[in-house]
Every structure is written in C-alpha cells, then in structure tokens.
C-alpha cells in the first residue's frame, strides 16, 4: 500500500471515528430527547419579564463570560476560566463552540425545547458524565435565570424574546 493510501485510509478512519463521538457539528445534527425534569425543579420558572428585560440580559452576559468555576471531571481538577464561555462560547475560526460536545445554543431547534425548569435544572446540577458542572455552589438562583435569559437570545438572532414555543417538553420525572 502506497503512503498516499495509507493517508487516506486514516482520515476516512478518523472522520468516521470523529461522526461516532459526536465531534462533528452540523445544524441538522440529531438532538436527543430530553430527561425529564426532577420534581424538585418542575415549579421553577424565570423571574416575570426577564426574558425580554435588558439589563437582566446584560448582567447575565457578564456572568456567562467571567464567573470562575473549578470543578471535577473524570477524576481531573477542570477549571472554567472564562465562565460558561469556557465551553459554550463560540470559536470564531470554527463557528462552533469552544469544546467539543458542548451544545450550540444558536441552534433555535435545541433550545426551544428547553422549558425553563429544564434549563435551569441542567445549569444548577450539572449533567452527568459530561464536562457540565454543577454551578449551584457558585452561582445564586438569580444569576443563573440572568444567564439562561441571556444565552436564549442566541437561538433569536442576539436579540431578547420570550420563550414561549410550542416545542417546549414538559415532562416532569415521577417519582
């Protein structure tokens, strides 16, 4: 087999590898179903006024990029130097976000699914075996509505709206 050949053959293996892991982004990419929320979290709701208001959207931008986080991930001191933009800000050179995995926020078809107890569930608990930590120790419940309020302006163009869509899950784990 020729060096060319070989080449070849590795890249096909490596996009194919990287397809299987989810390192490939697409806007049409699949989006999984979402866990229901524990009751424990099912009667939160962002504060009256807050997904439009923008001052709420401003600290909540703030937050987003600055509130440092050290946190742990298989068994490795992981640190979140610029916030949640760590991992979900955008990479300008790859139009994507910064760390694999993380979900694009801009894909209006993910977040409108998202109910706000949802959201702020995934935020104030983390999401296990996955680089999202748990930000309850570091951020107040308030901060954290700021934040969801200013990352939902990403799937409607950078501009605030209200997040009432019809494709919003609502299902609450029983227990």
């Known amino acids: 087999m020729s060096k060319k ?38 009667n939160k709701h962002m504060p009256r ?7 709420i959207i401003k600290e909540g931008e703030l937050i987003f990029h600055t509130t440092v986080l050290e946190y742990e991930f298989k068994r490795k001191k992981r640190m979140a130097k610029e916030g949640c933009s760590t991992c979900h800000g955008i990479d300008p050179k790859k139009d994507r976000p910064k760390k694999r995995g993380s979900p694009d926020f801009r894909i209006s078809e993910r977040v409108n699914r998202f109910s706000d107890s949802y959201w ?13 930590p748990a930000w309850k120790e ?11 309020a200013y990352q939902h302006t990403w799937s409607h163009g950078n501009k605030p709206a ?6 919003i899950e609502h299902s609450v784990e029983k227990r």
């Open 49 to 55: 006024g807050w997904w439009t208001d923008l001052k």
């Open 120 to 132: 702020f569930w995934r935020i104030f608990e983390g999401v296990a075996k996955t680089r999202m």
């Open 162 to 167: 209200e997040h009432d869509h019809k494709e």
């Open 138 to 148: 570091k951020l107040s419940e308030e901060d954290i509505w700021k934040v969801i």
């Open 5 to 42: 050949n070989i080449i070849f053959v590795l890249g096909i293996a490596t996009m194919v590898f990287m397809l299987s892991q989810g390192w490939v982004f697409a806007a049409d990419e699949k989006i999984k179903p979402l866990k229901p929320v524990p009751k424990a979290y099912a």
